[in-house]
């Protein structure tokens, strides 16, 4: 089992940025490939980024391509996910996910955390 626990959110204005985190635990966190994905009320979740074991390969979301970077810090069992020109549209939950790989990370990873509320204003 992998727990995941996502922090950083919070009420931020248009134009601002936010970081956020996702601390794992229970197994090694450099085997898993993880993910961040997001949740708009009334819509469904869809993904935001990924990155492979070592940090080395990241893809994202053609919606938040060169305004968010995803990283991660493997002595710290931690991910995080910078987020920088935030739009209205950015609104939603934010979820951490791992997976054994990055293709799982899109088709199905097997851990998630249990989120964190970004909400940017106008």
């Known amino acids: 089992q992998v727990q995941l626990v996502e922090s950083g959110g919070g009420l931020v204005q248009a134009g601002g940025s936010l970081r956020l985190s996702c601390v794992a635990s229970?197994?090694?966190?450099?085997?898993?490939?993880m993910g961040w994905f997001r949740q708009a009320p009334g819509k469904e979740r869809e993904f935001v980024a990924r990155?492979?074991?070592?940090?080395?390969?990241?893809d994202y979301a053609d919606s938040v391509k060169g305004r968010f970077t995803s990283s991660r810090d493997n002595a710290k069992d931690t991910m995080y996910l910078q987020m920088s020109s935030l739009k209205p549209e950015d609104t939603a939950v934010y979820y951490c996910?791992?997976?054994?790989?990055?293709?799982?990370?899109?088709?199905?990873?097997?851990?998630w955390g249990q989120g964190t509320q970004v909400t940017v204003s106008s």
């Open positions: 996910a791992a997976a054994v790989d990055l293709r799982t990370v899109l088709a199905g990873a097997e851990y």
């Open positions: 229970g197994r090694t966190f450099r085997n898993y490939a």
């Open positions: 990155i492979n074991w070592s940090g080395g390969i990241t």
